[in-house]
C-alpha cells in the first residue's frame, strides 16, 4: 500500500510539472512572438493563452 500511494504521488508530481512546462513554453513563446511584432490576437491563436493572460507577460 506504501508503494502504490508514493508511485501516485510521484505520478501525480510528474503530470503537474509537465503541465507547468507547458505553461512556460506558451509564455516564453509568446513573449518572442511579441518581440517579433506578432499581435495579441494572433499570440492567442496560436499559443492558446487569452489576451490577459499575453499583456501580463510583456
Known sequence: MYAEDIEKATEKRMEEGRAEGIEETKHDNA????????????????????????????
Open 31 to 58: 513573449r518572442k512572438m511579441k518581440a517579433l511584432g506578432a499581435t495579441p490576437e494572433f499570440i492567442s491563436q496560436v499559443t492558446g493563452l487569452s489576451a490577459e493572460e499575453i499583456e501580463a507577460l510583456l
